[in-house]
């Protein structure tokens, strides 16, 4: 098997996607932050000393997808067209952060999902780290997704 981004001499190079179909691209990933309970409910109280967390993690992921491929350096810059982070609390004390990524293009959005998912996560350690020092962020992972020529993956479970 020839690995895509290694031309016929071994050289790293950017796998040309020009004669590729556009096609309905999707991935969604997840990444999770454990802490302590007391910080979670912190949170979910608007207690924390940097703000809405919730609120600026989302914004971050966003922002984090936009930019991957100025982060990964053999993604191409696709042309984004929804991003939703969604953050879901888990008792006692660790938080799920959802990535669910869409585009049309040649290439699929895979590391945008979990570069989105990731930063999401950094920066809910950021908000927080005042508080918790301790938190684990873990789990990133791909969980689903959909389009191009290798078809549609789903995870078996959610859980790595």
């Known amino acids: 098997m020839q690995l895509s981004h290694l ?5 790293a190079h950017m796998v ?9 691209r999707m991935a969604v990933a997840q990444a999770e932050i454990v802490m302590q309970p007391e910080t979670l409910a912190r949170i979910c109280r608007g207690e924390m000393p940097k703000g809405d967390v919730f609120s600026c993690a989302r914004i971050a992921g966003i922002m984090a997808a936009k930019r991957t491929f100025e982060l ?3 993604c191409h810059p696709l042309p984004i ?6 953050f879901t609390t888990e008792a006692p004390a660790c938080v799920r952060i959802k990535a669910t990524l869409r585009c049309n293009w040649k290439t699929g959005i895979e590391m945008e999902a979990l570069t989105a998912a990731s930063v ?6 950021d908000m927080c780290k005042a508080v918790d ?4 962020i873990q789990n990133i992972c791909l969980l689903e997704k959909a389009g191009g020529k ?11």
């Open 120 to 125: 999401a996560a950094l920066t809910v350690y």
């Open 81 to 86: 067209e929804a991003v939703s982070i969604d």
């Open 16 to 24: 040309d996607v020009g004669d590729k179909a556009v096609t309905a």
């Open 72 to 74: 990964i350096p053999m």
């Open 133 to 136: 020092r301790g938190m684990v």
């Open 7 to 11: 031309d016929d001499k071994g050289n």
């Open 150 to 160: 290798s078809g549609h993956f789903v995870r078996p479970t959610e859980q790595p």
